[in-house]
């Protein structure tokens, strides 16, 4: 009783703590680069990262929603690019199939083994995150992939607004007002509940896991025609990223009600404004890794987790 | 001298939540070696009440004393220590852990030498404390989740009890148990009193309480209505002074007459699942269907396997058409309903909205395309609540928030807006203050009188009888006795078949 009530007051901080953040990072790399944070150059770079973080977390929130975590979509979305680049090479053309192929193949099949053998899924996808980790090389060829030149002329402003704006608008109507979304949040809410009100929980679970891959394909594909190569570095920071641009929305670890995806584009907006932010400011990938872990064990610790208190109550 | 034998006084207790406001100044006395018995309808304030008592929430306003002292305890740990323990409503226990854990969880440190935890000092502290109780047959070393409901009920008596309080607040406890979880609850109270600590007892059935009790004290909506003496007992008093205005009794059917349609809409054919053995019957439209038996005679496994919820180890389930029913979404098809004993966990996503929880059965009728509005949604609830007169903030309450009763009324109203034919009911009652009980009762007539079946389990044997069209009674798994309504029943009756 005395947790639902310190619940009552937490969940209107949950409302609120996503935008402190935003506004924290704003001010504080807005007054530190010295305004540099806010030129139009910088908001060009902030596109480019953001894109890859909403477009993963608006995926990430349908698991988020069931109570998933999934650590492979890094070394997923490495393997899809890997194997769109080989297609290229046969024809431009076959790289983005290849790529979604790719993502889905990968995301479905772990989701296989979580839902049908029951293996946990936090175990389950950092397994898979292992095994991909040495996948990739395999595809790779140990080395680093070279795409055909004319696909970087891909890659431009109209196409990343239709993909960032897809991915909301389909996101936001799913999550909020689809019978998927709601659905994938009574099962985080209590999936024996669920159960008994005759939800397919593993093929919800099981949907969530390949629409995720789909997006990591995507992904895939766009890091291909951005960068122009295929390396087993592609995609090592999505992870990191799109998890604490969930937690940083306060979206709740063991999913249900409280998954919102307004949370999901504050939060994903957070994380762009503090990777462009820190790299602004001169910070190197390595210690910029290091910050987000930081921010990921903090972002835990307070992370608005309803369940915690029913066993108690 | 009165002074004296003061042990716990409460003063103009206070607390809301929100715009609800729980308890209204109430106040309380509670002498040694006393068993108050609590009553009041659903939501009334008895759990809130009890609950500051034993420092597991904080009142708004108000004194509590103990002994004379005015105490004002920081958390439940520290009540525990000075000797004020409760019994929780809800499931108190872990899953994941095992029986002797879950006695001492938050005191491992007793039992730890140079950081490493005697596993075996403790299984046998605890089940120390088991026999103590009289729950020998539980095993200490036993993961929880290996128990039934009620046993896990017992874990927790054993929980409280070993922390020898002056006070044990048992709150609606007993209607999880059987007979036998109830005697040994009965004993320890005896006890207790014998030695000079107190009880208080909290029960919707009035004449249990009458029974165990030696004061009764009353609220209502917050409001300490009354406090009667042993010799004052009498239940329609009580029942006027709980709801505020005169109730009958009897709420029952008042025909005798059974069901004569011979149109069979669900059949249970040879299942053996669990303690079920070799279980065969057949529900007719328009019939209520009664099940009755010890805790343990596998009733409640017969509703859960007759939903599809859980597959037989030998035979089937189906539908009157002899479609198979394996799985929930199955039984939905064929229009079937189910609650489980065991509501908050199974029946209700307590952690998600009243509205998400009445609507959740019917995504199907309620979906625009892909899409559910909000506006489709709130009209469904305010009708489907409305109906069952659900007190509640607003639809996007939690469930959680809800009374024992008002969560009830949730269960049923998301399955009335399914529209289901028949209605599998696992204790539909349990912890049900009479008033809605009576409305849950007139709602299974009303479904009978619709030609829609109902199979309705139960442990209170009044309550089979005085609803079923037929009753069938379960001894150890197998049917030993089947009974039709105009045999004119009683309990008497009954019970040479269950035990
Ligand atoms: N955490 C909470 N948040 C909001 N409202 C609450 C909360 N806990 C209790 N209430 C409300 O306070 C009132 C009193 O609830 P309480 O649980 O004390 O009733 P009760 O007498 O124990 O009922 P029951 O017989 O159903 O157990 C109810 O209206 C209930 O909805
Ligand atoms: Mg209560």
């Known amino acids: 009783m005395e947790k639902i009530k310190a619940n009552a007051t937490k969940v209107d901080f949950q409302k609120i703590f996503p935008f402190l953040g935003l506004a924290a990072v704003l001010i504080f790399f807005g007054i530190f680069s010295g305004g540099r944070l806010f030129t139009a150059q910088n908001m060009k770079a902030i596109l480019n990262d953001g894109l890859y973080i909403i477009v993963g977390a608006s995926g990430y929130a349908f698991l988020f929603a069931m109570g998933i975590l999934d650590f492979s979509i890094g070394a997923n979305m490495a393997v899809s690019c890997a194997v769109a680049c080989l297609a290229a090479k046969v024809n431009p053309w076959l790289a983005l199939p290849a790529a979604l192929l790719t993502g889905m193949l990968i995301s479905g099949i772990l989701g296989l083994v979580h839902v049908k053998a029951h293996v946990d899924a936090f175990i389950t996808t950092l397994a898979g995150q292992f095994i991909l980790n040495g996948l990739v090389l395999i595809v790779l060829d140990n080395s680093v992939q070279q795409a055909p030149l004319e696909m970087l002329k891909w ?153 915690n208190m029913k066993v108690i109550k | 001298m009165e002074q004296e034998k003061l042990l716990l006084k409460v003063e103009d207790m206070y607390k809301s939540f929100g715009i609800t406001k729980a308890l209204k100044g109430v106040s309380l006395s509670l002498r040694r070696g006393q068993i108050l018995g609590l009553i009041g309808e659903n939501g009334s304030g008895k759990s809130t009440l009890t609950s500051i008592v034993a420092a597991i929430q904080k009142a708004d306003a108000g004194k509590i004393y103990l002994e004379g002292e005015l105490c004002e305890f920081q958390n439940s740990v520290e009540a525990n220590e000075k000797g004020v323990c409760m019994i929780l409503q809800e499931k108190g226990t872990f899953d994941a852990l095992t029986v002797a854990k879950n006695i001492f969880v938050g005191k491992e440190s007793m039992f730890c030498k140079g950081g490493v935890l005697n596993n075996r000092a403790m299984n046998e502290a605890a089940q120390k404390a088991l026999n103590a109780v009289g729950a020998d047959y539980i095993k200490a070393a036993a993961p929880l989740a290996s128990l039934n409901f009620e046993d896990r009920k017992l874990v927790e008596v054993a929980r409280a009890m070993y922390l020898n309080p002056k006070i044990l607040i048992i709150d609606e406890t007993t209607t999880a148990l059987s007979r036998n979880g109830r005697d040994i609850l009965y004993q320890i109270m005896k006890r207790m009193k014998g030695e000079g600590r107190s009880v208080i007892f909290i029960s919707h059935d009035i004449d249990e309480l009458m029974e165990v009790c030696d004061t009764l004290t009353i609220l209502r909506d917050g409001v300490y209505i009354d406090t009667l003496e042993k010799e004052q007992f009498d239940a329609a008093l009580v029942r006027r002074l709980m709801v505020g205005r005169e109730v009958s009794e009897d709420y029952y059917r008042s025909d005798t007459q059974s069901c004569k349609n011979e149109e069979v809409v669900l059949r249970m054919e040879h299942v053996t699942a669990k303690e079920l053995k070799d279980v065969s019957f057949e529900l007719h439209r328009g019939e209520i269907l009664g099940f009755g038996g010890l805790a343990d005679c596998g009733m409640h496994i017969l509703g859960s396997v007759a939903y599809g919820n859980m597959e037989p180890d030998l ?3 189906t539908a009157g058409d002899g479609t198979p029913i394996r799985s929930p979404k199955e039984a939905m098809n064929r229009r079937i309903a ?9 029946s209700l996503m307590v952690a998600s909205s009243i509205r998400d929880n009445i609507c959740s059965a019917s995504y199907a009728k309620l979906a625009k395309g892909p899409f559910i509005w909000e506006k489709a949604q709130n009209e469904f609830v305010d009708k489907w609540a409305g109906v069952l007169e659900v007190k509640m903030q607003g639809p996007g309450q939690y469930v959680m928030e809800l009374s024992g009763g ?77 009974f039709v309504r105009e045999q004119n029943l009683t309990e008497t009756m009954l019970i040479d078949y269950m035990v």
């Open chain 2, 315 to 317: 035979g089937k389930v």
């Open chain 1, 155 to 307: 890659f431009t402003l109209p196409l990343k607004l239709m993909i960032l704006i897809g991915c909301l608008g389909a996101g936001y109507m799913m999550l909020e007002h689809g019978v998927y979304g709601k659905t994938g949040k009574l099962i985080g809410s209590c999936p024996e509940a669920a159960r008994q009100t005759g939800i397919n929980v593993g093929r919800y679970k099981l949907t969530a896991f390949v629409i995720m891959g789909a997006l990591v394909g995507l992904l895939g594909f766009v890091s291909l025609i951005r960068t122009g190569t295929a390396s087993s570095k592609t995609g090592s920071t999505l992870m990191m990223n799109v998890l604490n641009a969930a937690l940083l929305g306060g979206l709740p670890m063991s999913g249900g009600p409280t998954t919102k995806f307004r949370g999901v584009i504050v939060g994903s907006l957070t994380m762009a404004f503090l990777t462009s932010g820190m790299t602004i400011m001169g910070y190197n990938v390595n210690t910029q890794q290091i910050v987000k872990g930081l921010i990921f064990l903090i972002a835990i610790s307070i992370s608005f987790d309803r369940k």
């Open chain 2, 338 to 346: 189910y609650i489980s004993k065991n509501r908050d966990q199974e």
């Open chain 2, 406 to 482: 008002n969560k009830q009324k949730v269960a049923l109203a998301k399955w009335l807006g399914f529209g289901a034919d028949i209605f599998i009911l696992d204790c539909p009652t349990r912890g049900i203050d009479i008033g809605v009980k009576s409305n849950i009762y007139a709602l299974m007539q009303e479904l009978r009188s619709q030609n829609k079946s109902i199979i309705l389990i139960s442990e209170e044997l009044p309550e089979v009888i005085g609803m079923s069209d037929r009753t069938i009674i379960l001894k150890d798994g197998r049917i030993s006795g089947e």
